[in-house]
């Protein structure tokens, strides 16, 4: 009966998927984080003053953009491509990663700010990651949609249901 179960989820994960690529014209865009920043952001981000484990921050001295949940709307229901670092949600009872946060760049910790939440794409994928170590960067695809997430581990204006995972290989 659990094999049939999963299989009827896989089914219609693939449908699903499938359909959400169609809608995107089937072209694969590959990304990078700024691009999902609006420019004023990226103007802001400029102006700001280093911040890492060297140089302790305080929270609520940080200008507005590091909270910043401004999207680019272009890239709405955009097939895409994106490397970035996982920060695990939730594990299937393989222990495959079938939800997480993927950020710009690993160690975001309670020793810096984690980044804006329009730096960060909530990530579902039934199928099941298996992943070593959260410390190596991965690519994923699939069809961005332009969603707020927070779940009190973080927040992220955009999510997707991930096609495709994988690690990153230069």
């Known amino acids: 009966m659990k094999q049939i179960i999963s299989s009827l989820v896989f089914v219609v994960f693939t449908m699903l998927t499938l359909t959400a690529w169609a809608a995107s014209d089937g072209k694969i865009t590959e990304i990078n984080w700024l691009d999902l920043m609006p420019e004023e952001d990226i103007e802001a981000m400029e102006k700001m003053p280093e911040i890492g484990h060297d140089n302790p921050f305080d929270k609520n001295s940080l200008p507005e953009v590091m909270f910043s949940s401004k999207v680019v709307d272009k890239f709405e229901n955009k097939h895409i491509r994106i490397a970035g670092y996982m920060v695990p949600l939730e594990t299937n009872d393989k222990g495959e990663l079938i939800e ?18 329009n730096q960060m794409i909530h ?3 039934p199928k099941g990651a298996e992943v070593e170590g959260i410390w190596y960067p991965f690519v994923i695809e699939g069809t961005l949609k332009l969603e707020t997430f927070d779940n009190g581990m973080g927040a992220s204006s955009y999510s997707m249901t991930a096609m495709l995972v994988k690690p990153y290989e230069e």
């Open 100 to 117: 997480f946060f993927l950020a710009p760049y690993m160690g975001a910790c309670i020793h810096v700010p984690p980044p804006p939440p």
């Open 123 to 125: 990530v579902k994928f």
